[in-house]
């Protein structure tokens, strides 16, 4: 697609085809960054990342779910193995 820069106010905008978008997987919802690169400007959707859980009580639950689904969940430094006294002390 080729087309020209528009002139809006102080800045400069570009109409992009829908169907150039569309290809691209963007659409009207869609986060967008843009940046400058040697000669280029690229824009990229943006997905957001969802928070951190940081509720430690359900990462038990979690880590066996996902051995029940076939994952294998990485080994911690206690080789995955806490006494119930341990894991009371590291309850928050």
Avoid: C, Y
Wanted: net charge positive; proline share 2%.
């Amino acid at each position: 697609m080729q087309t020209n820069l528009k002139k809006i106010g102080n800045s400069f905008g570009v109409i992009i085809n829908k169907k150039l978008l569309s290809k691209a997987g963007i659409t009207t919802t869609t986060d967008i960054t843009i940046e400058a690169r040697r000669n280029a400007i690229i824009i990229t959707s943006h997905t957001k990342r969802r928070p951190l859980n940081r509720d430690l009580s359900t990462w038990r639950n979690q880590i066996k779910s996902a051995i029940k689904q076939g994952k294998k969940p990485e080994k911690s430094v206690w080789g995955n193995r806490l006494s119930s006294s341990e894991e009371k002390e590291w309850t928050w």
